[in-house]
């Protein structure tokens, strides 16, 4: 029988030589807790298998380090020019991530608050090999315990997939006597990657409920991993993964001799990947999960704006739709949010509260949105905004009086003396849900703000004292704002769960996978067409039909159109989520969308006219195809000659 590694590294101790042969696998440090007393009874296995959840990537309680803000929606404030440690996606988008010490480094922990992932699984593993020596567990104890650690591993190994491209698949306990030609492992083609992670989580399926109870939300259950099988499926059939010869066909496997990357386009991919995503959508609507409806009683001060406002009702499914806790919509939900921890994303979008201008404490009224995000929101009629005939696309920055009528009603400053951009007018609900623009009404501290975002008002705007610290492009973020949070305490703010996947994630992405296999079908219709009903959109056969409206009637009836319909709903729907920088890798658009620089409106003026004038505020800088994958470290390619670097790297 092989001696395995007997001491478990505490949570606190996490932390890897650069010495080792190749992070993952290296000796445990002295102050270790053995792993018989880890396993001795089920309290402290209960630990053990929290310990396996800590790693998985924890994005929402930094703001300064999270992944979240990459891609070109988010800017962060002017103080800091954009250009140090505090806003680490800022720097990669910049084009400054380095092979030295790489951001967002999973693979052996690093800037960017990420941990070692290798060090998770490492962690999942000495669980699946000891969890049967637990004397007291109970019944389904046992089934339970591993197939959520198995889950847990097949996920940290997604999330190294699509970071890296090729990695060591990491299946097994390392024998403490391993001979160096045994540690020094090789990375696998993404192929065996993705298969691999497919069928561990196929093993972690059977034995977890269908879904958890109250008292277990966050924990994985059934139809969290169908969902994740299903999205890790979408990432295999798309076209970075897919068949990329443009990119891969010389990234060559050293232990092979043969490309990392399959080079020949698999077609069946997208239609294996809309059953898997049929299969979750099924098991989440068996589970009750549906898209979210706001049922609740609105603000009093909204009741007589509702009598008549043509948007409210779908303003507020969409506001409530991701912090209202553990709502209907929701699959899988981030529980670990800090409920003391001043830095969410909650804190950096929220605008300082007027009541308390000069204590900002849990709201620092600077993490802001850029104009490319705002312009992607449809308009009234559930389009583009520049293919609307109805939208005078070509003067949308020109500037005109707040209308005074049934549709803008509870979502701008009710006064025609006051001006504002043209282009906020008569757009869709998810944008005045979602979005606060200067002179729009924003529910937040219990009651309703008009919003001031010029320099020298408020509540948003800037001012000398602030040093460059408030809404760097003048339009704010509402959408991770409970309307409730107050400041000051911890104790003041709403919390909810992160959402990690929601079910118009899985509508969304089976619109596309069946697009992609099938062409448009009534099924793609039907999911694109319920998001869109919860929005309060005309269906996309309609729209799309309809000549006097649309500038290019009938795009929706080609793969190619509603590629893009389904690609920008995605952009809206989902919006600051997360998903965009990962969405637009898998679909090998970065050169489209990460190489423009990132505008604004000129937040530095108090003067109308003067202030909406878009300005650059970033300069982004991206290279196909090095910055589709994160570089390995320096020292990790010593530390193991079988690792090769990353193209461009």
């Given at each position: 029988m092989k001696k395995y590694i007997r001491t478990l590294i505490l949570p606190f101790f996490l932390v890897l030589s650069a010495t080792s042969c190749g992070d993952y696998l290296n000796i445990v440090p002295d102050n270790t807790a053995t792993i018989d007393k880890m396993?001795?009874?089920?309290?402290?296995?209960?630990?053990?298998?929290?310990?396996?959840?800590?790693?998985?990537?924890?994005?929402?309680?930094?703001?300064?380090?999270?992944?979240?803000?990459?891609?070109?929606?988010?800017?962060?404030?002017?103080?800091?020019?954009?250009?140090?440690?505090?806003?680490?996606s800022n720097r990669v988008m910049m084009g400054d991530q380095n092979v030295d010490n790489p951001y967002y480094s999973y693979w052996n922990g690093g800037l960017g608050g990420s941990r070692n992932l290798y060090q998770g699984i490492r962690?999942?593993?000495?669980?699946?090999n000891n969890i049967r020596e637990v004397p007291d567990l109970e019944p389904g104890d046992y089934e339970d315990y591993i197939s959520q650690v198995k889950f847990i591993k097949a996920y940290l190994h997604f999330i190294l997939l699509k970071n890296y491209?090729?990695?060591?698949?990491?299946d097994d306990e390392m024998d403490i006597n391993a001979s160096q030609d045994e540690v020094h492992q090789f990375r696998s083609p993404v192929d065996e990657v993705f298969q691999y992670i497919v069928d561990l989580m196929d093993e972690s399926t059977n034995n977890l409920p269908v879904r958890r109870m109250k008292s277990q939300v966050g924990q994985i259950d059934q139809v969290i991993v169908k969902s994740m099988k299903a999205k890790v499926m979408v990432y295999w059939a798309s076209p970075l993964f897919n068949g990329n010869s443009e990119y891969y066909s010389n990234f060559i496997d050293p232990k092979t001799g043969k490309p990392f990357f399959n080079l020949k386009y698999d077609h069946e991919r997208w239609g294996e990947a809309a059953k898997a995503l049929k299969s979750a959508i099924d098991a989440a609507h068996s589970a009750n999960v549906k898209l979210y409806i706001y049922q609740k009683p609105i603000y009093e001060f909204d009741k007589e704006d509702a009598k008549t406002s043509k948007i409210m009702e779908f303003a507020y499914n969409n506001r409530f739709s991701i912090v209202d806790a553990w709502n209907s919509e929701l699959v899988w939900g981030y529980s670990n949010v800090s409920t003391t921890g001043t830095g969410t994303m909650q804190s950096a979008c929220q605008v300082f509260n007027i009541e308390y201008p000069n204590n900002w404490r849990y709201s620092y009224n600077y993490l802001s949105a850029s104009q490319y995000i705002t312009e992607q929101f449809y308009?009234?009629?559930?389009?583009?905004?520049?293919?609307?005939?109805?939208?005078?696309?070509?003067?949308?920055?020109?500037?005109?009086?707040?209308p005074m009528d049934d549709y803008h009603k509870g979502y701008l400053i009710p006064d025609d003396q006051?001006?504002?951009?043209?282009?906020?007018?008569?757009?869709?609900?998810?944008?005045?849900?979602?979005?606060?623009?200067?002179?729009?009404?924003?529910?937040?501290?219990?009651?309703?703000?008009?919003m001031r975002m010029r320099f020298n008002e408020t509540p948003g705007g800037g001012n000398v004292s602030l040093n460059g610290e408030f809404y760097p492009s003048g339009i704010a973020i509402k959408k991770w704002v409970h309307p409730e949070s107050q400041n000051l305490q911890?104790?003041?703010?709403?919390?909810?769960?992160?959402?990690?996947?929601?079910?118009?994630?899985?509508?969304?992405?089976?619109?596309?996978?069946?697009?992609?296999?099938?062409?448009?079908?009534?099924?793609?219709y039907k999911y694109l067409n319920d998001v869109r009903e919860r929005?309060?959109?005309?269906?996309?056969?309609?729209?799309?039909?309809?000549?006097?409206?649309?500038?290019?009637?009938g795009k929706h009836s080609t793969k190619e159109g509603m590629r893009e319909i389904i690609q920008q709903e995605r952009a809206i729907e989902l919006s600051f989520e997360g998903h965009q920088y990962d969405d637009v890798r898998r679909w090998k658009k970065g050169d489209q969308y990460f190489s423009k620089p990132i505008q604004g409106w000129n937040s530095f003026q108090q003067n109308a006219e003067n202030f909406y004038l878009p300005v650059t505020l970033q300069v982004r800088n991206w290279v196909t195809p090095r910055d589709y994958f994160t570089p390995l470290s320096i020292s990790t390619l010593n530390a193991n000659p079988n690792l090769v670097q990353n193209p461009g790297w």
């Open positions: 396993f001795e009874n089920k309290e402290k296995t209960l630990k053990a298998l929290a310990t396996c959840y800590s790693y998985i990537p924890d994005v929402f309680n930094n703001h300064y380090l999270t992944s979240l803000t990459l891609g070109n929606e988010y800017i962060a404030p002017t103080k800091w020019n954009f250009r140090t440690d505090v806003f680490i962690y999942c593993n000495i669980f699946l491209g090729p990695i060591v698949i990491a308009t009234k009629n559930g389009i583009p905004i520049e293919e609307d005939k109805t939208f005078d696309y070509e003067n949308r920055n020109s500037i005109v009086n707040v006051e001006v504002i951009s043209k282009q906020y007018l008569n757009r869709e609900p998810r944008f005045y849900a979602w979005i606060a623009t200067d002179r729009s009404i924003w529910r937040t501290y219990g009651t309703k703000y008009n911890w104790q003041r703010i709403v919390h909810y769960p992160y959402p990690v996947i929601r079910l118009a994630d899985l509508y969304l992405m089976y619109a596309e996978a069946v697009n992609e296999y099938s062409g448009p079908t009534e099924e793609v929005s309060g959109l005309p269906t996309i056969q309609e729209i799309w039909s309809n000549a006097e409206i649309v500038k290019n009637p």
